[in-house]
């Protein structure tokens, strides 16, 4: 059973806050079960995007695991598009921000590859 979307974006958040970095939803979506999509703003312009993993992918039913969507030093409003097309499909996805100069996510070894 996976945990609840508005307590793990809590959860995130004060992961971030503790190393550093800011962290803030952008946009609320379900508090059950909404995608999670984390922007990370480099705040040079540049940002990185990562959602929710597909379900047959190892893990992702019973965890989140994460893909990258848009790669690091892509264009902020590339980010805002990608989004904006997933919020047509998806009314109840979140969007959460980290600011943070180095880029870093903050998702560890949950991460997956199209070949994982």
Known sequence: MRLRADIWVSA?????ASAGAWAAVVRHGDDDAGAIFIRIDRLDGTCQLF???PAGMDGAE??????CHLPAGSAYDKADDFIAREQRFDS???VVEVEDRQGRHFLDDSIVTASD
């Open 51 to 53: 959602g929710p993993a």
């Open 92 to 94: 109840d996805l979140w």
């Open 62 to 67: 019973w965890d989140r695991r994460w893909i």
């Open 12 to 16: 995130y958040i004060r992961r971030c």
